[in-house]
Nanobody, 113 residues
Framework: QVQLVESGGGLVQAGGSLTLSCTAS????????MGWYRQAPGKQRELVAD?????ETNYADSVKGRFSISGDKNTWHLKMNSLEPADTAVYYC?????????WGQGTQVTVSS
């Protein structure tokens, strides 16, 4: 099993920046992908960005050019710049071990206009 703990959420004004961090513990050797998802009220959870154990990154179109994911299997980060009110959501870190997923508890990000 893998346990995930997020940190770094909070309240920020539009145009501001935040960095989220996720720390993993447990059996990390089988992790293939690390990522960040978000869920806004009334909406489905969606992928924000992920990074493979080999370092390949993938971003949702809505965050390309503004967000950056980095890190390794122990700790990874989501640097969020030029935040918009539409980015307001609960952000969850995630890992895939093959087809199996583990999730963090979520951290709230609120962007005020």
């Amino acid at each position: 099993q893998v346990q995930l703990v997020e940190s770094g959420g909070g309240l920020v004004q539009a145009g501001g920046s935040l960095t989220l961090s996720c720390t993993a513990s447990g059996i990390l050797s089988t992790i293939t992908t690390m990522g960040w998802y978000r869920q806004a009220p009334g909406k489905q959870r969606e992928l924000v960005a992920d990074i493979t154990s080999g370092g390949e990154t993938n971003y949702a179109d809505s965050v390309k050019g503004r967000f950056s994911i980095s890190g390794d299997k122990n700790t990874w980060h989501l640097k969020m710049n030029s935040l918009e009110p539409a980015d307001t959501a609960v952000y969850y870190c995630n890992v895939y071990r093959g087809s199996r997923a583990n999730w963090g508890q979520g951290t709230q990000v609120t962007v005020s206009s």
